[in-house]
């Protein structure tokens, strides 16, 4: 049978039904009605968006390097950039280990390609980002959820499960969909017991800039960088519509991630590698990250004064992060997340349901019950009213 509705002649490979739509995708059709006040999309907020230095450095690329900006490029990246990558990072890089990608989500899509054969055990936290499970599930994989509390994989159960693993993905600071961040004493013990498995550890760290009031502990690939693929992303601290990321790899894996890349793109855009380095040369980001943080931060305790005030007595639990754009919650026994969204947004508000995010459901049997609220692309008043809306349709459901 074609699932797929193709005319015969067209016959589809098997991984091509590993490809699914996004769940979040679909589920944000929904939410995208007029007047819904969405907490569930995953956007960073427009308004830090850095136009008037991208304007600035669009017209000075052009002028000083444009036939080279608008040439076909080193698949590498483009070398200032790698620079001044390898220099940002808190442990020795050198600007060779470091291959520009196009955004981190290509990044994840390499990994898989170089590292995942089918029936590859691969382990993830639970929950995490779904986006990662997309860009792996097409190479095969055995995908196994790592049992995780609030300061991230729980070391038993990796122990557990590590055998044969060909990575650990994980998202050390302010994770996308919890919003929880590692301890320091964790990320000790688990770079101690990879290097014991000899587990590589593939770092997503896309929002570890982003902290609220103190930075996150180094990343794990500072303290064990043999062992560790670090993945990073220039979406959340200047524009996601860049699409610059970048990996930091082992230099004994570079060469097969730079084929895969080579293969995928022949390389990220030089114009835009260009604009990012001309904007960054400087301190701008010194000046530029800060106010993210603080509005962000500012919008995190809108959302948080909100909870407490229109939740008190209704049994939702949710998180504190420290930094990021999520907050984790959960909902009261007997509520299940996908059932409540369609009434939340009759009701003018959206989130995302949680369970999509667990790579199998059987980590946690209670998935159904939590959700993601963004709380940095709605303004303060529009938390206020989200929230109380949410508060509503929770109180008519229990009650
Ligand atoms: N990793 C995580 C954890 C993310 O949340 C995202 C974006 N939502 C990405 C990777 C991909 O980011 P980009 O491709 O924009 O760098």
């Not at 015969?8 to 995208?32: D, G």
């Amino acid at each position: 049978m074609n699932p797929y509705d193709l005319p015969s002649t067209w016959v589809l490979a098997r991984r091509a039904s590993r490809m699914n739509p996004s769940a979040i995708r679909e589920i944000l059709k929904v939410t995208e009605r007029p007047g819904v006040i969405s907490f569930a999309g995953g956007l960073p907020s427009p308004s830090t968006f850095p136009v008037d230095a991208f304007a600035a450095a669009s017209a000075r690329v052009l002028q000083e390097d444009g036939p080279a900006a608008l040439q076909y490029a080193a698949s590498e990246g483009f070398p200032a950039l790698r620079q001044q990558v390898a220099a940002g990072l808190p442990w020795p890089v050198d600007p060779d280990q470091v291959l520009i990608t196009t955004g981190s989500q290509q990044g994840l899509d390499l990994v898989a390609k170089v590292l995942v054969d089918a029936g590859s055990r691969v382990l993830v936290e639970t929950p995490t980002y779904l986006g990662a499970l997309q860009a792996f599930a097409p190479m095969e994989p055995e995908i196994l959820g790592v049992r995780s509390d609030y300061e991230g994989v729980q070391l038993d159960d990796l122990r557990a499960k590590a055998e044969g693993a060909r990575f650990l993905y994980l998202l050390p600071n302010f994770q996308n969909p919890t919003g929880r961040s590692m301890s320091e004493a964790r990320r000790a013990a688990l770079a101690e017991l990879a290097a014991e498995l000899r587990l590589p550890i593939v770092e997503d760290n896309p929002y570890g800039e982003l902290w609220f009031d103190r930075a996150p502990p180094p990343p794990l690939s500072a303290r064990h960088p043999d062992g560790c693929l670090y993945l990073g992303s220039f979406s959340k601290v200047l524009a996601p519509g860049l699409r610059l990321g970048f990996l930091v790899a082992p230099p004994a894996l570079y060469p097969k991630l730079l084929q895969a890349k080579q293969a995928a793109d022949l390389h990220s855009p030089g114009f835009n590698q260009r604009m990012a380095a001309q904007v960054m040369a400087g301190d701008f980001l010194q000046r530029h990250v800060p106010r993210i943080r603080a509005l962000y931060r500012s919008q995190r305790d809108a959302m948080l004064a909100a909870l407490e005030r229109e939740m008190a007595g209704l049994g939702l639990q949710w998180n504190v992060p420290d930094g990021g754009m999520f907050l984790w919650a959960r909902l009261p026994h007997g509520l299940d997340a996908l059932e409540l969204l369609p009434r939340a947004v009759e009701a003018g508000v959206a989130f995302v349901p949680g369970a999509p995010f667990y790579a199998d459901g059987s980590e946690d049997p209670e998935a159904q019950r939590t959700l993601r609220l963004s709380f940095v692309t709605a303004s303060v008043a529009e938390i206020d009213r989200g929230i109380a809306a949410l508060a509503a349709v929770i109180r008519q459901a229990t009650g």
